[in-house]
Nanobody
């Protein structure tokens, strides 16, 4: 059974940091681009960061550039999202996902076919 399991979410004050992890099991995703998405209540799911299969190319939403860093360890089948200088508007459920192919694509959710269950990130002001 293929699974993506996120961890590392929680409650943090504005200006704080969190590191999300996404551990894959059931198959390797070393040949797939991976992405982090988030969805706040009443909002559409948006891609905040993504990286290609080797981790050599990345995408960041404008709202998180300079604050979030995406990385991967293919040997551990794990993807990370380091989130610094968190703001209340970063509050959302964060999901990791595996893209159909190796490249970055257009950072659209329909390009991703495996999804984790999500982890809540709450940033208090």
């Amino acid at each position: 059974q293929v699974q993506l399991v996120e961890s590392g979410g929680g409650l943090v004050q504005a200006g704080g940091s969190l590191r999300l992890s996404c551990a894959a099991s059931g198959r390797t995703f070393s040949s797939n681009a991976m992405g982090w998405f988030r969805q706040a209540p009443g909002e559409q799911r948006e891609c905040v960061a993504a990286l290609n299969w080797r981790g050599t190319r990345t995408y960041y939403a404008d709202s998180v550039k300079g604050r979030f860093t995406v990385s991967r360890d293919n040997a551990k089948n794990t993807v990370y999202l380091q989130m610094n200088s968190l703001k209340p508007e970063d509050t959302a459920v964060y999901y990791c996902a595996a893209r159909v192919s190796a490249g970055l694509g257009d950072a659209k959710s329909e390009e991703y076919y495996y999804w984790g269950q999500g982890t809540q990130v709450t940033v208090s002001s």
